[in-house]
């Protein structure tokens, strides 16, 4: 099973800050690897898929960069609305999951 | 519109059994698979498994297998995680998901909160 490790665990920012995120895969996953944002009470929505595309009606602010076993969701300048929990995820082998990302305000 | 639409919130007691069901509308049910994800109070996500609609065929995370099981009944379009003796453990918000035409997951229900409590 591939195993994903994101860091840090907890990120505390400013709104107007920029926000990187890492995922590091235990194997390559090639550019399999997708981020999600999950807000409280909310259902995990697609921010980034194979590794660079954002998904639909995602906001240019979110980019995601790496190949291989590393890889990095950057948000270029935080909104409010931005401060939730990131996952990762790949889908090379099987699926699974990052332990996760909190974004909190500082 | 793809949905996936998730039965409500249950509320069982240790050693029950229950089934929680996902319906897709809006897409032709048998062409993707449906995946069912748990996340436990206050923890990340967790893939459990998945089902392909059109043969009934099923996959599941090692941690997962044996304790669940996934189905899928095409000719109502709907999914299912089912377990035969529930555990406090248990205790979760379980979510299906389905993939885009890129391969990614892209839909995802709305969640089923499942309590296990005496």
């Known amino acids: 099973e591939i195993v994903l490790t994101q860091s840090p665990a907890t990120l505390s920012l400013s709104p107007g800050e920029r926000a990187t995120l890492s995922c590091r895969a235990s194997?390559?996953?090639?550019?399999?690897l997708a981020w999600y944002q999950q807000k409280p009470g909310q259902a995990p929505r697609l921010l980034i898929y194979?590794?660079?595309t954002r998904a639909t009606g995602i906001p240019a602010r979110f980019s995601g960069s790496g190949s291989g076993t590393d890889f990095t969701l950057t948000i270029s300048s935080l909104e409010p609305e931005d401060f939730a929990v990131y996952y990762c995820?790949?889908?090379?082998?099987?699926?699974?999951f990052g332990q996760g990302t909190r974004l909190e305000i500082k | 519109e793809v949905q996936l639409v998730q039965s409500g919130a249950e509320v069982k007691k240790p050693g029950e059994s229950l089934m929680i069901s996902c319906k897709g509308s809006?897409?032709?049910?048998?062409?993707?698979?449906i995946g069912w994800v748990r996340q436990m109070p206050g923890k990340g996500l967790e893939w459990m498994g998945v089902?392909?609609?059109?043969?009934?065929?099923?996959r599941y995370s090692p941690s997962f297998q044996g304790h669940v099981t996934i189905s899928a009944d095409k000719s109502i379009n709907t999914a299912y995680l089912q377990w035969s003796s529930l555990k406090a453990s248990d205790t979760a918000m379980y979510y299906c998901?389905?993939?885009?035409?890129?391969?990614?997951?892209?839909?995802w229900g709305q969640g089923t909160l499942v309590t296990v409590s005496s």
């Open positions: 998901a389905r993939p885009g035409i890129t391969g990614t997951v892209v839909y």
């Open positions: 194979d590794a660079s």
């Open positions: 809006g897409y032709n049910f048998i062409n993707y698979w």
């Open positions: 089902v392909y609609p059109d043969d009934s065929n099923t």
């Open positions: 995820q790949q889908r090379s082998n099987w699926i699974t």
């Open positions: 194997q390559s996953v090639s550019r399999y």
